[in-house]
T-cell receptor
Framework: EADIYQTPRYLVIGTGKKITLECSQT?????MYWYQQDPGMELHLIHY???????EKGDLSSESTVSRIRTEHFPLTLESARPSHTSQYLC?????????????FGPGTRLTVL | GQQVMQIPQYQHVQEGEDFTTYCNSS?????IQWYKQRPGGHPVFLIQ?????EVKKQKRLTFQFGEAKKNSSLHITATQTTDVGTYFC??????????FGTGTRLTIIP
C-alpha cells in the first residue's frame, strides 16, 4: 500500500471560509496531482506538480490554488469556500523514470460547504 | 479536448457471470492504465498497457489494448462479490498526465 496521506478526511464548513486540504507522501515522488471527484463520477484533474516550485493547472478549471515548497507536501487552498466546491478531493503522486507512472492515491477529503 | 469515453456507465451482474467494460479515445494513446475504486474508497492501480494489441491477465481479469491504441477493454470472468466497485481507464496522450474515463460501476447480485 502506498504512503500518501490526506487530512482532513471529512470537512464541513460554511460559505466564505478559507480552507487548506493537506496532502503528504513519503515515497519521494516528484509528481503530485489533485483531482476533484463527485460521488460515483469521473476524476477531474485540477492541479499538478512535477517537482518543487512547479505547479500547473489541470484540465478542470478550479478556484483553488496549490503550492509545492517541499517534495513531500502538496497542499490545496480555497480562499473562499462556496457550496459549488462541495466534492471529494483526491491527491495522488507518482515517481520513477517512466513517462507515465502509476499514480498512488490518498484516501481523499470529502468537503461539504454549507 | 482529449477525452476518454467509457461504457457502460453501470453494470449489474449475477455473481458468477462475466463483466466487460470498454474505453475509447478519438486519438491515439501512448498508453492506458486501469484503476479500481471500491465504494467509499480511492482509486487503486491495476495495470498499464503500452504496446499495440497487448493483452495482459491478472487471475480472472483480462486487459486488452487495441491495435490502433485507441481503445481498451477489461474483462472479468466469473465475477465475485469482491469485484464490486467502479473501474476506470486512464489514458495518456503523450504527456505526463492521465485523462480518466467516466468509469463503469459494477454491482454484483449474490
Amino acid at each position: 500500500e502506498a504512503d500518501i496521506y490526506q487530512t482532513p478526511r471529512y470537512l464541513v464548513i460554511g460559505t466564505g471560509k478559507k480552507i487548506t486540504l493537506e496532502c503528504s507522501q513519503t515515497m519521494g515522488h516528484d509528481k503530485m496531482y489533485w483531482y476533484q471527484q463527485d460521488p460515483g463520477m469521473e476524476l477531474h484533474l485540477i492541479h499538478y506538480s512535477y517537482g518543487v516550485n512547479s505547479t500547473e493547472k489541470g484540465d478542470l478549471s478550479s478556484e483553488s490554488t496549490v503550492s509545492r515548497i517541499r517534495t513531500e507536501h502538496f497542499p490545496l487552498t480555497l480562499e473562499s469556500a462556496r457550496p459549488s466546491h462541495t466534492s471529494q478531493y483526491l491527491c495522488a503522486s507518482s515517481g520513477g523514470n517512466q513517462r507515465t507512472d502509476t499514480q498512488y492515491f490518498g484516501p481523499g477529503t470529502r468537503l461539504t460547504v454549507l | 479536448g482529449q477525452q476518454v469515453m467509457q461504457i457502460p456507465q453501470y453494470q449489474h451482474v449475477q455473481e458468477g457471470e462475466d463483466f466487460t467494460t470498454y474505453c475509447n479515445s478519438s486519438t491515439t494513446l501512448s498508453n492506458i492504465q486501469w484503476y479500481k475504486q471500491r465504494p467509499g474508497g480511492h482509486p487503486v492501480f491495476l495495470i498499464q498497457l503500452v504496446k499495440s494489441g497487448e493483452v495482459k491477465k491478472q487471475k480472472r481479469l483480462t486487459f486488452q489494448f487495441g491495435e490502433a491504441k485507441k481503445n481498451s477493454s477489461l474483462h472479468i470472468t466469473a465475477t465475485q462479490t469482491t469485484d464490486v466497485g467502479t473501474y476506470f481507464c486512464a489514458g495518456n496522450f503523450g504527456n505526463e498526465k492521465l485523462t480518466f474515463g467516466t468509469g463503469t460501476r459494477l454491482t454484483i447480485i449474490p
